[in-house]
């Protein structure tokens, strides 16, 4: 395959290459684009880092840091990168605990993508002497996806991480 073609989902995004780009001051699920995977005949993860995650403590107002780590195995849909970055960066204003992070986050990449399975982990930075690091997963109902995501649920964070590593 010599590359994506036009059709194959490029001419429906309008962020990657702007460069009029707007930064959401607020929640914005609606910046997610997406485009057809050329694979999907096959299951392979995507792996996201975004180690400049920030949100809005809902009670204080503080601002709140984390790595956020998305992986997905997906079906027809893969989510643009630039657009994933400019909806992360909208939770800067947004307060929620660190867990409604995560699951939101997580909702909002299941219905745009309709993935086979997806898992969202918040790696927060302490604040008050204490980190929390959510993590959610979900796999298609009624498929593989479904018991890879039990599997999943229940040996997650077997071997608890090294306090130095953050």
């Not at 800067?92 to 909702?107: A, L």
């Not at 969202?120 to 959510?134: A, E, L, N, Q, Y």
Request: charged content about 25%.
């Amino acid at each position: 395959m010599s590359g994506r073609k036009e059709e194959q989902g490029l001419t429906d995004l309008t962020l990657l290459g702007n460069q009029q780009t707007q930064y959401p001051s607020d929640y914005a699920p609606e910046v997610l684009e997406a485009v057809d995977s050329l694979h999907s005949g096959r299951d392979y993860f995507v792996k996201f880092n975004c180690p400049e995650f920030t949100s809005l403590c809902p009670i204080t107002g503080q601002p709140d840091f984390a790595t956020m780590y998305i992986s997905y195995i997906p079906d027809e849909k893969i989510v643009e990168s630039k657009s994933l970055k400019l909806y992360l960066f909208s939770f800067r204003n947004h307060g929620d605990f660190h867990e409604d992070c995560v699951n939101i986050i997580m909702n909002d990449l299941i219905d745009l993508l309709n993935p086979r399975y997806i898992e969202v982990w918040g790696k927060f930075t302490p604040r008050g002497g204490i980190s929390i690091d959510p993590w959610c997963n979900y796999g298609r109902p009624e498929t593989k996806y479904e018991k890879m995501a039990e599997h999943r649920l229940m040996n997650h964070d077997l071997y608890p991480e090294k306090v130095d590593n953050r």
